[in-house]
C-alpha cells in the first residue's frame, strides 16, 4: 500500500468516526426527557398553540430519522440551530468562543511538549542528575492533582491572598497549569522510551561507528522516540479537554468550555450538541494528524 | 615495532558488583589473522569482544590490561573511544536487523560511518558508500542505499552490517555472532563473504560464536571460553584434533552423532501419521492481500516407531505442517490420519490427544509462568484421569526422573529454571498421556550446543524405551540428521526431497538439497578446501 | 520473510496500543521486561506503603461514614454560612452552614461508591461484553468493537458530559455515564489480554493435550487478564473520581444536596474568597486519594500485569 492510499483510508476511518459519533450526540440529546420548548414552557411564557408553532418552526414534531437527517444536513454546511437562550444562530456562538480555546489549546499544548521534551531529553542526557526524579515528580503531580483542583489553588493563592493582577492570572495561570500537566504526561513515557530504544541493538551500533553522543541523541535517538510523543498526541488532547472547560470557567475566559457551562446550565441543547461535537471533530481530527505524522516517522508503517 | 599485536588483553576482568562475568581473560591478535572466540551462553565471550571495543555496559567494572596497537585503552576517555570504533574497529552483531536505526535509510547509516572518521567531500563519501555495498556483493547498490532497513532479507541486513563496518576502513573486525540468527543456506554465504573480505583487505578479525563447526572453517586461532575463562587456546586444528581441557572436549563430542536412530520396526502396521495432500492457507490481513500458501500438498507418512525428521529454512511451512498434525491449525484441504483415525471427528480430539503429543521450540512459553512444575505435569494427568489425584505427584515425580530432573524441581517455576530443564520438562508433560507419535518443533535450537547433544540424547533414549514415533523438526541438518531415520526436505511449503536419512545428508538429489548440504557448517569443511560460497544473489 | 513481516505489523501495532495505555493511566511505562524493570526501584521512598495507608484510611472512612462525625452533613445552618474552622467544627462550615467535616466523610463514601460502581459497570460493560464478542468469532468481535471504536474516539469527559444532560442528575445515572465512558478501555484492554494469552505456547500445549477449551480458558486465560483487569481498575478509579468532579462543576453530577467531593467543590467555588477552607478540604481530599491510586496502580501493575513482556 502507498502512502497516499493509506492517509485516504485513514481519513475515510476518521470521517467514519465522526459521522458515528454525531449519531451518537445526536441521539442522546434526543432521548432527554424534555426539550428546549418544554423548559420555556416550564417558565410560563408559552400557551400550547405557541408551543406547536414552535416545534413546527425548530422541527420537532418529525420522527427521529428525519429530525437527524435535517440536523446532519445543516450541520454539513455550518448551521447548528438557533441558540434558544442567546438567540443567536449556534455557528455564531461557537465561532465566537473557537479561538480563546484554540489559543488556550495551543499555548498549553506547546508549553507542555517543551517542558515535557526537555525535561525527559535531558534526564536521558544526565541520568545521575535530579532530573529523573524530576520526571517521576512530575508524573505523579499530573496523576494526582485535577487541574482544576490546581487552578481553584492558584486562584485562592494568586489572586485572592497576594492580590495579584488577574489580568495575567486569567491566561498565564490556566497555560502553566495545562501545560504542567501536558509535561507530566509526555514526559515519563518519553523518558521511558528514549532509555529503552538508548539500549537497543541500532544504537550500540551508531557508538560502534563511533559517532559522538550528541549526534546519537539528535540523529538516532529522539527522532525514534519522537513517534511516541506524536502517538500520545490525540490522546493528550481528549484528556486536556475536561481541564480545559474548567480552566476556562474558573479564569472567566470566554470559551467554548465558558459556552458549554452556560449552556449546560440553561438546557440549551442545540449549543451542547454542537460544542461536544466541535471538541469530538477537533480529537478525531488530530487523532487521524497523530496516525499520519506516525507513518511518515517510521518507514515500517508504511509497509 | 611490525610485530606489536593489534589487541593484546592481559588479565582482562569484567565485574558487575560481585558477579564476575570475565575472570583473567588474556588474549592477542595479530594483523591478518582470525581468533574465534568460542563459547556457551554466558560463558563472557560476547561481553570480552564488546570490552574489547569500548561498549561494555555502564555498570560493569573493567580491570586488567587493553592494548589496541600498543596503546593502553583502560580508562582511556571516550573521545579516544571514538576515534577507534569504526575508524580502527569495526563490529558486526547478531541481529542485524536490531542492529540497523528502521527509520533511516542505508545509505546515510553508511554515510555517517564513513563521515565520522573521515573528513571528505560529499561526493566522494556517496561514492564509498556504493563502493561499500557492491564490495559486499549486494545487487542495485544504489536501490540498497536509498532502501530502509526492513525493505532487505536478513541476508542482505548483514551484508549491509558488513559494509558499515568496513566502511571507514578499520582494522580489527569483531564479529559477534554474525550468522546465528540466519538460515544454513545464507550463513555459508555470509562465512564466505567474510572469509574473502579478511583475506583481500588483510584485516584482522575477532570471531565469536557458539558454533565449533562454524568456527572450524573460518579461524586460525581458537580460545574456549567458559564461565567467564579462557579454558584452552591454541590453533584451530590443534585444539580440533587435540583438545586438552576436557570441556573442549566435551564440546566437541556434543556434535550429535548417528548413535541415537533406532532400527526399523514393522512398516506395514497402520501408520503412527499419515498426512495427505496437505494445505494451509493464511490470509494476512482481515481485508485481504494475497494468500499465504504456508503447507503446499504435502504427502507423508511415519510408521509406528519412527523417527521422520523435516528440515527446511524459515518460513518452508514446516512449523505450520507440525501445528496441523496436533490440531493447532486447521488444514484448507487435505487429509490427516493419527493410526488410522481422523483427529478432526468431534470424538477424535481427545483420543487423538492419548495418541499424539507435541514439544514446542519455545520452552519457556510454553509452560505457563504462574504454576510449579508438578501443576504442569499434573495438568494432562487430570485432562485424562491417568490416575486419582492423590497419585498425581508421584507420577509427575517419575516423569521427572524419566527425563533426568530430580523430585526437588516439583515446586519451582519454570522461571527458576535453566533453559535445558525446562524443555526436559515440556518433554516430561507431553509423554504423561503415553502417546503414541511425539512432534517435535526445533526442541533444541534455543539452547546451548551441549544442552543440545543432552536433550537429543534424551529425545534417543526414550524413543528406544518407549517405542515412541518422531516428527523432528529443525534447520540444523546434523541433529536432524542424528535423531531420523529418514529425512524430508522442505521448501517453500513443499516436500522437494524425501528418503533414507544417509542418503538426503550424503548424496542428495534435488539441487535445493544440495544446497542446503553444502551449507550446512560440517567439521570436515577444512579437509574439502573453505566453504562453497554459492550465488550470492539472491538471499 | 512475509510472516516476519506480519509479525513487525503486529509488534508495532502493540508498541501503540501500549502508548495509549501509557497515556490514559498517566502512569509508568515498562516496556520490556528488563534488568531494570525487575530490579525495586531505588529511592528510598516507598510509594506502595504510602499508597495503600492512603486506600486504607479512604476505605474505613468509607464504610464507618457518618458515625465518625457527630453532625449531620445534610443539616444547614444559615446563620454560620461559611464559618471559619472552631473546635466544634474542625474543618468550619460551607456556605450554606453545614459541617464541612461532616459532608467529607460523607462525600468519602459516596465519591467511591460511585467511582467503584463506575468501573464494575466499565468492566461489566467493556470487558466482559468484549470477552464474549472476541469469543463467539470474527464477526461478532469486529460489530462490537467497531461500536467501542466510535465510543472511544470520543474523550470520556464529553462521553459521560452528553450522558449526564441526557439522563439527568442523581448517584445512578452518574455511575452509568462514567461507566459507559470507560467502558471502550476495558474492553481494548480486556481484547488485548485475551488475544495474548490464547497465543501463548501454554495454551497451544493445553489444547495438543485435548484439555477442554472451557478449563484451558479457566486454568490459563482467565487468570492472566484478571490481572491485567485489577491494574486497569487501580487507573480507572481515581480517573472517575476526577471526572465526577468536573461533572459536578458542570452541575451534572449527583444531585446538589448530596455530599460528594465534586459538589463539595463546586458549591464552594463562588464563595472561594470568603470561605477558601470549604474548597480546600475536598480538594486536597481528592488529590491525596487519586494520589493513593496512582501509586498503588502503578505497582500493581509491575506486578500482575500480562501486557508486559515476560523475560524468556
Redesign the interface.
Known amino acids: 500500500m502507498n502512502v497516499a492510499l493509506q492517509a485516504g483510508l485513514s481519513l475515510a476511518r476518521q470521517a467514519l ?2 459521522a ?2 454525531a449519531i ?2 445526536f441521539l ?2 434526543r ?3 424534555g426539550d428546549v420548548v418544554d423548559s420555556m414552557a416550564l417558565e410560563g411564557s408559552l400557551d400550547d398553540e405557541a408551543i406547536a408553532v414552535l416545534r413546527a418552526e425548530l422541527g420537532l414534531d418529525a420522527d427521529a430519522l428525519t429530525q437527524f437527517r435535517l440536523w446532519a444536513m445543516r450541520a454539513l454546511i455550518g448551521d447548528f440551530g438557533t441558540s434558544m437562550r442567546f438567540d443567536r444562530p449556534v455557528a455564531e456562538l461557537i465561532l465566537a468562543s473557537l479561538p480563546t480555546t484554540l489559543a488556550l489549546a495551543a499555548m498549553a499544548l506547546t508549553a507542555g511538549l517543551a517542558l515535557g521534551i526537555g525535561l525527559a531529553s535531558a534526564a536521558v542526557l544526565w541520568p545521575r542528575s535530579i532530573l529523573p ?1 524530576l520526571v517521576e515528580g512530575l ?2 503531580w ?5 487541574t ?2 490546581v487552578g ?2 492558584a ?2 493563592v494568586f489572586s ?1 491572598w497576594l492580590g495579584w493582577l488577574p489580568v495575567i492570572g486569567q491566561w498565564l495561570s490556566p497555560v502553566v497549569i495545562l501545560g504542567l500537566d501536558i509535561g ?2 509526555v514526559a ?2 518519553l523518558f ?2 528514549l532509555k ?1 530504544t538508548s ?1 537497543a541493538a541500532h544504537i550500540r551500533t551508531a557508538r560502534a561507528k563511533g559517532l559522538s553522543p550528541t549526534r546519537i541523541v539528535l540523529r538516532h535517538l529522539l527522532p525514534n522516540a519522537l513517534t ?1 510523543v506524536v ?2 498526541g490525540g ?2 488532547l ?2 486536556m ?2 481541564g480545559a ?2 480552566m476556562e ?2 479564569f472567566g475566559l470566554p470559551g467554548l468550555g465558558t459556552l ?2 452556560q449552556a ?2 440553561g438546557r440549551d ?1 442545540p449549543v ?1 450538541q454542537a460544542v ?1 461535537l466541535v ?2 471533530a477537533g ?2 481530527v488530530v ?1 487521524g494528524l497523530a496516525d499520519l505524522i ?1 507513518r511518515t516517522l ?1 518507514p ?2 508504511r ?1 | 615495532m611490525s610485530d606489536t599485536p593489534l589487541v593484546e588483553l592481559r588479565d582482562w576482568c569484567v565485574r558487575f558488583g560481585a558477579a564476575r562475568a570475565v575472570e583473567g581473560v588474556s588474549l592477542a591478535l595479530r594483523r591478518g589473522e582470525t581468533l574465534a572466540l568460542v563459547g556457551e551462553s554466558g560463558s563472557g565471550k560476547s561481553l570480552t569482544a564488546l570490552s574489547i571495543a569500548g561498549l561494555a555496559p555502564p555498570a560493569a567494572q573493567l580491570s586488567g590490561s587493553l592494548r589496541i596497537e600498543g596503546r593502553e585503552m583502560l580508562g582511556a576517555p571516550e573521545s579516544a573511544w571514538r576515534a577507534l570504533r569504526g575508524g580502527r574497529i569495526g563490529m558486526v552483531f547478531q541481529e542485524a536487523m536490531g542492529s540497523l536505526n528502521p527509520a533511516m535509510r542505508i545509505g546515510a547509516q553508511i554515510a555517517e560511518a564513513i563521515a565520522a572518521h573521515r573528513a571528505l567531500p560529499r561526493a566522494e563519501i556517496a561514492r564509498r558508500v556504493l563502493a561499500g555495498l557492491s564490495e559486499v556483493g549486494l545487487p542495485d547498490p544504489q536501490g540498497k542505499a536509498a532502501a530502509f532497513p ?1 525493505q532487505l ?1 536478513g541476508g542482505q541486513q548483514q551484508r549491509v552490517m558488513i559494509a558499515m563496518a568496513l566502511a571507514a576502513d578499520p582494522a580489527l573486525l569483531i564479529a559477534d555472532e554474525p550468522t546465528t540468527a540466519l538460515d544454513t543456506t545464507v550463513q555459508a554465504q555470509i562465512l564466505a563473504l567474510l572469509a574473502a573480505l579478511q583475506a583481500r583487505r588483510g584485516l584482522a578479525m575477532l570471531f565469536v560464536s557458539h558454533d565449533l563447526a562454524v568456527v572450524e572453517g573460518i579461524a586460525q586461532r581458537v580460545a574456549v571460553m567458559r564461565q567467564g575463562r579462557v579454558v584452552e587456546a591454541g590453533p584451530t586444528t590443534q585444539v580440533f584434533a587435540a583438545p586438552r581441557h576436557p570441556y573442549t572436549a566435551t564440546l566437541l563430542a556434543s556434535r550429535p552423532g548417528v548413535a541415537l536412530r533406532v532400527p526399523l520396526a514393522d512398516t506395514k502396521a497402520v501408520p503412527a501419521l499419515e498426512i495427505r495432500d496437505l494445505a494451509v492457507v493464511f490470509r ?1 490481513h ?1 481485508l485481504g492481500g494475497a494468500r ?1 500458501r504456508a503447507v503446499d500438498g504435502v504427502s507423508l507418512t511415519i510408521a509406528p516407531g519412527e523417527a521422520l525428521g523435516l528440515v527446511g529454512e ?2 518452508s511451512g514446516k512449523s505450520t505442517l507440525a ?1 496441523a498434525a ?3 491449525v486447521v488444514p484448507t484441504q487435505g487429509t490427516i490420519r493419527v493410526f488410522g483415525q481422523d483427529p478432526q471427528e468431534p470424538q477424535g ?2 483420543q ?3 495418541l ?3 514439544v ?1 521450540q ?1 520452552a ?7 504454576l510449579t512444575v508438578s501443576q504442569i505435569l499434573a ?2 494427568l487430570a ?2 484421569a491417568l490416575c486419582a489425584v492423590g497419585e498425581r505427584r508421584d507420577h509427575a515425580a517419575r516423569l521427572l526422573a524419566e527425563v533426568g530432573l530430580e523430585a526437588a524441581h516439583l515446586d519451582r517455576y519454570p ?1 527458576q529454571l535453566s533453559g535445558g530443564q525446562r524443555q526436559r520438562v ?1 518433554i516430561a ?1 507431553a509423554l ?2 503415553d502417546p503414541r507419535l511425539l512432534v517435535c518443533d526445533e526442541p533444541v535450537s534455543a539452547l546451548d550446543m551441549t544442552v543440545q547433544a543432552q536433550v537429543l540424547a534424551l529425545l534417543g533414549r526414550i524413543r528406544r524405551e518407549r517405542g515412541l514415533a518422531l516428527l523432528f523438526i529443525g534447520h540444523d541438518l546434523e541433529a536432524v540428521g542424528a535423531v531420523s531415520e529418514r529425512i524430508a526436505v522442505m521448501k517453500d511449503g513443499r516436500v522437494v526431497e524425501i528418503g533414507a536419512a544417509d542418503a538426503v545428508l550424503h548424496n542428495p538429489i534435488t539441487s535445493y538439497a544440495q544446497a542446503l548440504v553444502a551449507a550446512m557448517p560440517r567439521r570436515t569443511a577444512r579437509q574439502s578446501g573453505p566453504v562453497a560460497a554459492p550465488a550470492m544473489a539472491h538471499d | ?3 516476519k ?2 509479525n ?2 503486529h509488534g ?1 501495532w502493540f508498541k ?1 496500543f501500549r ?2 495505555q ?3 493511566r ?7 521486561a ?1 534488568a531494570t524493570a525487575r530490579l525495586p526501584r531505588s ?1 528510598g521512598f516507598s510509594g506502595l506503603g504510602v499508597g495503600i495507608t492512603i486506600l486504607g484510611i479512604a476505605a474505613v472512612v468509607a464504610v464507618l461514614g457518618p458515625s465518625l462525625v457527630p453532625h449531620d452533613p445534610l443539616v444547614q445552618e444559615l446563620a454560620a454560612r461559611n464559618a471559619p474552622p472552631d473546635f466544634l467544627h474542625w474543618l468550619g462550615r460551607d456556605h450554606l452552614g453545614r459541617d464541612i467535616l461532616a459532608r467529607l466523610v460523607a462525600g468519602t463514601r459516596i465519591s467511591l461508591a460511585v467511582a467503584l460502581g463506575a468501573t464494575l459497570v466499565a468492566v461489566l460493560l467493556g470487558a466482559v461484553l468484549g470477552l464474549v464478542a472476541e469469543a463467539l468469532g ?1 464477526w461478532p468481535s ?1 460489530l462490537v468493537f467497531g461500536a467501542f ?3 472511544r ?6 462521553l459521560a ?3 449526564m ?2 439522563l ?1 442528575i442523581g448517584i445512578w445515572p452518574l455511575i452509568l455515564a462514567l461507566g459507559v465512558a470507560y467502558a471502550p478501555h476495558m474492553a481494548l484492554v480486556a481484547r488485548a489480554a485475551w488475544r495474548r494469552e490464547s497465543g ?3 495454551v ?9 477449551p472451557l ?1 484451558t480458558l479457566a ?2 486465560v482467565l ?2 487478564i484478571a490481572g491485567a483487569l485489577v491494574t486497569q481498575v487501580a487507573i480507572i478509579m ?1 480517573r472517575a473520581i ?2 465526577e ?2 461533572l459536578s ?4 453530577g449527583v444531585s446538589p444536596e448530596t455530599p460528594s467531593w465534586g459538589r463539595m ?1 463546586a458549591g464552594a ?1 463562588r464563595f ?2 470568603s470561605a ?1 477552607h470549604a ?2 478540604a475536598p ?1 486536597l481530599a ?3 486519594v ?2 493513593g491510586f ?2 498503588v496502580g502503578d505497582r500493581l501493575r509491575l506486578v500482575l500485569d500480562p501486557l508486559r513482556e ?3
Open positions: 468516526l465522526l458515528g459519533i451518537i450526540v442522546l440529546i432521548v432527554v426527557p526524579t508524573n505523579l499530573s496523576i494526582a492533582l485535577p482544576f483542583c481553584l489553588a486562584i485562592l485572592v507530566g504526561q515519563k513515557p521511558e522510551d529503552e539500549t511516541t502517538a500520545l490522546l493528550i481528549a484528556g479537554i475536561g472547560l474548567t470557567v474558573l458549554a457551562f449546560i446550565s441543547y451542547i461536544v471538541f469530538a480529537v478525531v487523532n506516525q517510521d515500517r508503517l509497509g | 526492513h532479507s494476512p482481515r499465504l524459515s518460513g501445528r496436533v490440531g493447532l480430539r481427545r487423538r490427544a492419548r499424539i503429543q507435541m514446542f519455545d519457556a512459553g510454553s509452560l505457563n509462568p504462574r495438568e494432562p485432562v485424562h522461571h515440556a508433560r504423561a498421556v | 520473510m512475509r510472516y513481516h506480519l513487525l505489523k508495532l501503540r502508548l495509549n501509557t497515556c490514559f498517566r502512569a509508568q511505562l515498562s516496556t520490556s528488563s529511592g470474527r469486529f471504536d466510535m465510543v474516539a470520543m474523550p470520556s469527559v464529553l458530559l452528553t450522558l444532560v441526557a439527568g501463548a505456547g501454554y497451544a500445549a493445553a489444547r495438543v493435550m485435548g484439555a477442554p478449563a486454568r490459563h487468570p492472566n481515581p476526577t471526572t468532579s468536573v462543576f458542570f452541575g451534572l467543590i467555588t472561594a474568597e477558601p474548597v480546600l480538594a481528592l488529590s491525596v487519586t494520589l496512582a501509586l515476560r523475560g524468556r
